[in-house]
């Protein structure tokens, strides 16, 4: 499958999650958080350290969501992600877009390997949905 059509994939369902969500607002994981909302797209937050981001309840991992997800966004370091994809695995969450930064090519084979759609190494959820500041 083309990158193109991961992305359509990952963007074909409802709701996401976003692994590595920030409070800080200059941060990543607080864009593609916000970006989510900006597209009126469901969208949960996770981060073990905060109860609310963006004005949404944050949940401390992917188990604690409180519905199934279609897929995640990741920003965390590659030694949490490659944790998250397994969780992920686990759960029956299929579509994986680790943004840059959070990957490496042990993490993206890993995923593959566990027939996820993985989408890594350049595209930006930021830059495909249009992110505004």
């Known amino acids: 499958m083309?990158?193109?059509?991961?992305i359509d994939a990952?963007?074909?369902?409802?709701p996401h999650a976003v692994v590595g969500a920030s409070q800080d607002r200059a941060k990543y994981g607080n864009k593609v958080l916000r970006v989510y909302q900006q597209h009126a797209?469901?969208?949960f937050p996770v981060n073990p350290k905060a109860d609310e981001i963006e004005g949404l309840t944050a949940y401390a991992d992917l188990a604690s969501l409180p519905e199934k997800v279609h897929g995640i966004s990741i920003i965390t370091p590659p030694q949490v992600t490659a944790a998250i994809v397994e969780q992920a695995h686990q759960l029956g969450i299929a579509h994986l877009w680790l943004q840059p930064g959070s990957?490496?090519?042990?993490?993206?084979?890993?995923?593959?390997?566990?027939?996820?759609?993985?989408?890594?190494?350049?595209?930006?959820?930021l830059v495909v949905l249009g992110y505004r500041e």
Do not use: K, M, T, W
């Open 2 to 6: 083309d990158v193109q059509a991961r």
């Open 10 to 14: 990952f963007l074909a369902g409802s």
């Open 41 to 43: 797209r469901p969208v």
């Open 103 to 125: 990957e490496n090519d042990a993490i993206v084979a890993r995923a593959e390997a566990l027939g996820l759609n993985v989408i890594a190494g350049g595209p930006c959820l």
